[in-house]
């Protein structure tokens, strides 16, 4: 089974704080992506990326940062962190290029800045 | 992106009853997924209908897809309480999965 881990499921920090989300997949899938969660909104795309040192700005990009170095590991990086930012984080990935396969996902930071 | 819309919200039946969801989009697309939801497993893939196929089924889930109304609907046979979860379709349209926002179903014992 393809398992896909995240640092923290509870997180809080302080406004102003940088923030770092660290998710790992061990299934050696090329795309890996961040989303944010929020009621009623279903998922929105924060960025994505489909190689290492690849990365593409989704829907909602602004005040979020990517690092991807090696293969298995993508790092979701909130500069400084607004309360605006409090959300549920979600990672995934997914075999091969494009979109033609399913998204695993991590089971998410809940993330709550005070 | 546009979010695709999902209808119902919230869906509420007895176990043992056929649920139906209901998933709309706006653009032309590669697939749709649907995905579940719930508290012990987080997100999880249930099926991929390609663009070209009209039904598709796996398990006690079946689903359709319509290009011609864009739309696409999820049924669920003979729940059960573990069916309880919220549902999301994503169209893959142009390398991006477009989410709708889900289908909060509550099976009652």
């Known amino acids: 089974d393809v398992k896909v881990t995240q640092s923290s499921r509870y997180l809080v920090k302080r406004t102003g704080e940088k923030v770092f989300l660290e998710c790992v997949q061990d299934m050696d899938h090329e795309n890996m992506f961040w989303y944010r969660q929020d009621p009623g909104l279903g998922l929105r795309l924060i960025y994505f990326s489909y190689d290492v040192k690849m990365k593409e700005k989704g829907d909602i990009p602004e005040g979020y940062s990517v690092s991807r170095e090696k293969k298995e590991r993508f790092s979701l990086i909130l500069e400084s962190a607004s309360t605006n930012q409090t959300s549920m984080y979600l990672c995934a990935s997914s075999l091969g290029q494009g979109l033609a396969y399913e998204q695993y996902f991590g089971p998410g930071t809940r993330l709550t800045v005070t | 992106s546009q979010q695709g819309e999902e209808d119902p919200q919230a869906l509420s039946i007895q176990e043992g009853e056929n649920a139906t969801m209901n998933c709309s989009y706006k653009t032309s697309i590669n697939n749709l997924q649907w995905y579940r939801q719930n508290s012990g497993r987080g997100l999880v893939h249930l099926i991929l209908?390609?663009?070209n196929e009209r039904e598709k089924h796996s398990g006690r889930l079946r689903v359709t897809l319509d290009t011609s109304k864009k739309s696409s609907s999820l049924l669920i046979t003979a729940s059960r309480a573990a069916d309880t979860a919220s549902y999301f379709c994503?169209?893959?349209?142009?390398?991006?999965?477009?989410w709708g926002a889900g289908t909060k179903l509550i099976i009652k014992p």
């Open positions: 994503a169209m893959n349209s142009n390398y991006q999965l477009i």
């Open positions: 209908i390609r663009s």
